[in-house]
Each structure stands twice: as C-alpha cells, then as structure tokens.
C-alpha cells in the first residue's frame, strides 16, 4: 500500500499545453522532493521543500514550479511543455530518523512518465 | 558537494552467477547515510537498504549483501546466484547531514540477467 501517491502514472501532451503533476503523502512528513529522470538514467533533484509554504530549487535546472500550501500536498507545474520535458518525474518525502537501518527516511512515488508531443 | 559514482554502466551475467555491483561516494560530512534502490522496468524505485556512516557492520539479506569499506568510500553490493528477476537498474544514493537530507544518486548500473 503506498503512502505516496502520483498522478497520472502516464501522460502524453502536445507541445505548449500546461500541466500539473500531482504529488500527495498520508505520512505526515515535512520534507518534500522531485526528481527528474531520463529513460535508464540518473535521478536529479529538481525541487524540494522543508514544509509548508517552502520550496527550494535543486542541483538540476528546471523550467518547471512548485509549491507547498498544504503538508500532504507538493504538485509540480510546468506551464508550457515542450519536448525536452519529457522524462520521468518522481516524487518523494522524508522524515529523517539519525539511526536505524529501515528506510526512515526516503518514500517514493511510482512516478508519472511524462511524453511531450 | 557531495558524489555518487557508479563506474558500472551496464552488466550482463547469466543466470546463477554471483554479481557485484560498485558503489564510491565523495562527501565532506562526517555523518552521512547510503542507499540502494533498485528501479525495475515499471519505473518505481524500491528501497533495499540504508547504511549509516557510523554503522560500519557488513549486512546480508537473503542473496544481497553489502560491503561498506569507509576507507575506500565505497559501498558494493553482491546479489549472490543471480535471478532473472533481478534485472533492473540498481542506484546507489547518498544523503548527507543537511538540514534537507536530499539524496544524491550514482548513474545507476543497469544489471541484466539472462537464463
């Protein structure tokens, strides 16, 4: 069962159309990431958030925005899509715990592969 | 700055042969925490473990294991007799001690098993 949820799981849009990625958590946790990533590829941070009402660019320069109003809740906006934004994007939060060797940390999404025609 | 280096790009083993998969890092915190993910063909990346930087101990589950050499910076891991089912790509991933944890991903190895 995820705690982590992306929708849609796949989208394909034609050049110039404007789109949000939804991202949403049941986990309660204040931290928030988006990932890009090309088909086999590396993963590169894009956005992410401490809590509400905080968003950060990441090392990966990203045309698209984000926001945080609510703590669940971390969409990502591109307003005009073009070809080159098509990839895989994925979300994830974190609640970071200093020891234990579980996954106290990092949650992912399924992602939502993203085609720009 | 922190680096993940995964100089494997590709790898093909046949069915039952024992793999391992290389992992070096490069960070300038004194307390940082390693990952690996594996991210089969459907996308999602699946958590397998998370080793912290104080925790020097060798652990293995089931055919994985994972070989933690501080000294070297690295963090190999061994699928020991290999599976078709394992085929996928393998990340390794580093966080370190900032305020937003973010993690830092190698290039990912992409692992191939053949029957």
């Known amino acids: 069962e995820a705690d982590i949820y992306q929708t849609p799981r796949y989208l394909v849009i034609g050049t110039g159309k404007k789109i949000t990625l939804e991202c949403s958590q049941t986990?309660?946790?204040?931290?928030m990431y988006w990932y890009q990533q090309d088909p086999g590829m590396e993963l590169h941070l894009i956005h992410y958030?401490?809590?509400?009402?905080?968003?950060e660019k990441g090392d990966l320069s990203s045309e698209s925005t984000v926001s945080r109003i609510r703590t669940e809740h971390f969409p990502l906006t591109l307003e005009s899509a073009r070809p080159s934004h098509t990839s895989q994007y994925l979300c994830a939060s974190s609640e970071f715990t200093p020891t234990g060797r579980g996954n106290y940390g990092y949650t992912f999404g399924s992602g939502t592969r993203l085609t720009v025609v | 700055a922190q680096k993940v280096t995964q100089a494997q790009t590709e790898i093909s083993v046949v069915e039952k042969e024992d793999v391992t998969l290389d992992c070096v890092y490069e960070t300038r915190d004194t307390t940082y925490y390693l990952f690996w993910y594996k991210q089969p063909p459907s996308g999602e990346l699946v958590f397998l473990i998370r080793?912290?930087?104080?925790?020097?101990q060798n652990e293995i589950s089931g055919r994985y294991s994972w070989n933690f050499q501080k000294s070297t910076s690295s963090f190999n891991f061994t699928i020991t007799a290999s599976q078709v089912v394992d085929s996928a790509v393998y990340f390794c991933?580093?966080?370190?001690?900032?305020?937003?944890?973010?993690?830092?991903f190698g290039g990912g190895t992409r692992l191939m098993v053949k029957p």
């Open positions: 958030s401490y809590g509400v009402n905080s968003t």
């Open positions: 080793r912290n930087s104080f925790d020097e």
């Open positions: 986990m309660g946790h204040d931290k």
């Open positions: 991933a580093l966080s370190g001690n900032n305020a937003g944890n973010m993690l830092t």
